[in-house]
């Protein structure tokens, strides 16, 4: 099994505990905050608890090794995902995300982190050149998380969601391996020379 280590953090090929943790708070959660911030103009289908068991095992692998998605564990909790996924493979084109779905673990650096390492070890077992994500101007936290973490507004396309009725743009946000690879080694300076 898959398991990436961070300070607060898990990343891990998701169990079956996870999967069904997953599911209750994708679907059955009655708040659903999550969902006014990760994609609302997106409307999804309910899926069956089998149906989204599996989605996990379909086309899991991006490249050998390499999983399309991975569980979030915090306090050995499944509390989200991470994500990708190929907008053009002729192209290299790939997209990523992550979602925490317990608002518990909002804003507190959970989220950062979780993501750092998601594209931390796209870029380590890849040969990808670029890694980007799409999001919408409301979502203020995964703008400000693409940001920390060394990604680039690379486009706005103006007013193109909506939302609760209102217009949002839509937002691009991307990594070059080069830029990666100077903003992970500057983390590293800082982190040597903090301990």
């Not at 069904?20 to 990760?38: G, R, T």
């Not at 997106?42 to 379909?58: A, Q, V």
């Not at 799409?134 to 103006?158: F, P, V, Y």
Request: hydrophobic residues 35%.
């Amino acid at each position: 099994m898959m398991k990436l280590i961070g300070e607060k953090v898990l990343l891990r090929e998701a169990t079956q505990q996870d999967v069904n943790e997953l599911y209750y708070w994708k679907y059955e959660e009655k708040n659903q905050e999550a969902k006014k911030w990760n994609a609302p103009y997106i409307t999804e289908e309910k899926l069956t608890k089998e149906e989204d068991m599996n989605s996990w095992e379909k086309e899991y692998e991006l490249f050998p090794g390499v999983p399309r998605l991975l569980a979030v564990i915090i306090n050995k909790k499944a509390v989200g995902i991470v994500s990708c996924y190929w907008v053009d493979k002729h192209t290299n084109w790939l997209e990523t995300g992550i979602v925490i779905y317990d608002s518990n673990y909002w804003s507190g650096g959970y989220g950062t982190e979780a993501y750092r390492m998601w594209i931390d070890f796209l870029f380590k077992s890849t040969h990808l050149h670029r890694l980007g994500m799409s999001t919408w101007s409301g979502n203020i936290r995964m703008i400000k998380t693409a940001a920390k973490i060394g990604m680039k507004e690379e486009a706005r396309i103006r007013e193109a969601r909506i939302v609760n009725g209102e217009h949002f743009d839509s937002i691009k946000m991307g990594m070059l391996r080069r830029e990666w690879e100077s903003h992970r080694n500057k983390r590293f300076d800082y982190e040597r020379t903090q301990r």
